[in-house]
């Protein structure tokens, strides 16, 4: 009777026993938390740390030169509207009444020759590197300027930008001196004289005041430190 008890009472502990025994061979790492943890490997938090701010620092110099390329772009628009319709009404304005088409035709047909003229030699001329007292031909047909900056005159817009902002104001200088010829002067012999003005008289005092290496451009390898607001030069 004994005997049978004891057996029964193995066969009734057994099946839970097996069980145990199994989970805890196939599950090492629950007796052995130190080795489970040296086993698998951990990200090093200062590696995650420096990659994130590495992201962090690109997204924003992204934002910044976006925004600085707007900025620029939406001034390059505002002083073309100086020019047309800008002054092109204000001159024709000024004149008789049977003159006040031609006078605002000289304006737009400024901004067409200004702007050919400025592609294949005139921002060459006035921001290539050259003499002191004017630009070479470095960059003669626009050759070499794209969307990278240029660190001499703006870090974080391309020099296409750049190059367009300048332009504007190529345009409009001439533009004001045909209020000078108003009247007297013919369509033709003032396309003539702009355009000979423009390469003999801006261009060298643009690469002067702004191209680096200009004589009035001590920022840029110049001699004479200048300031230029917009018209009035201090030296």
């Not at 047909?109 to 592609?119: D, E, G, K, S």
């Not at 930008?161 to 209020?179: D, E, N």
Request: glycine letters at 10%.
């Amino acid at each position: 009777m004994k005997t049978f008890a004891a057996v029964a009472l193995v066969c009734l502990l057994l099946p839970t026993a097996i069980p145990r025994a199994q989970s805890s061979s196939l599950q090492p790492s629950a007796l052995s938390p130190s080795s489970a943890q040296a086993a698998s490997p951990q990200p090093s938090g200062s590696a995650v740390t420096s990659s994130d701010l590495a992201k962090i620092d690109q997204r924003v110099t992204a934002a910044q030169s976006s925004a600085d390329n707007a900025w620029m772009l939406v001034s390059a628009a505002l002083v073309l509207m100086m020019t047309g319709p800008g002054l092109a009404l204000f001159y024709g304005g000024l004149v008789r009444q049977k003159n006040t088409l031609a006078m605002m035709m000289q304006s737009f047909a400024l901004m067409a020759l200004i702007t050919v003229l400025w592609a294949l030699v005139g921002y060459s001329l006035c921001f290539g590197e050259g003499t002191p007292i004017i630009g070479g031909f470095s960059h003669v047909l626009l050759r070499g300027v794209g969307v990278d900056p240029n660190a001499d005159y703006g870090g974080t817009i391309p020099e296409l930008t750049f190059m367009v902002y300048q332009l504007m104001f190529a345009i409009i200088t001439p533009a004001l001196i045909t209020g000078a010829t108003a009247e007297r002067m013919k369509f033709s012999g003032t396309v003539m004289f702009m355009a000979l003005w423009f390469l003999c008289v801006y261009a060298p005092l643009a690469h002067m005041v702004w191209g680096k290496g200009g004589l009035l451009n001590a920022t840029l390898g110049g001699q004479f430190p200048t300031l230029d607001f917009a018209g009035g030069t201090w030296c």
